[in-house]
């Protein structure tokens, strides 16, 4: 079993920055995917970015340039810088991670809002 925590989420201005961590413990494979996702209100869950446990990464059109996810392969954490915050990236964000294409977790998830 693998559990994932999420932190870092909250309230900032648009134009702002925050920092979201995720922690994985438990049986993790080495060579693995790890990720974040977002979910808005009434909107299905969509892919922000990915990073392979070799730092390959990606991301979404929407998030490129301002969005930077990287990892801590020794402690299992990966990260999500976020800079320029629009609005439109309000959401629950959450943590995932995969390997071998049939093994998925993810986190409980921690609300991101862009506002005034």
């Known amino acids: 079993q693998v559990h994932l925590v999420e932190s870092g989420g909250g309230l900032v201005q648009p134009g702002g920055s925050l920092r979201l961590s995720c922690v994985a413990s438990?049986?993790?494979?080495?060579?693995?995917?790890m990720g974040w996702y977002r979910q808005a209100p009434g909107k299905e869950r969509e892919l922000v970015a990915t990073i392979t446990s070799s730092s390959r990464t990606y991301y979404a059109d929407s998030v490129k340039g301002r969005f930077t996810i990287s990892r801590d392969n020794a402690k299992n954490t990966v990260y999500l810088q976020m800079n320029s915050l629009k609005p439109e990236d309000t959401a629950v964000y959450y943590c995932n991670i995969n390997w071998l294409r049939t093994v998925n977790y993810w986190g409980q998830g921690t609300q991101v809002t862009v506002s005034s």
């Open positions: 438990g049986s993790i494979f080495s060579i693995n995917i």
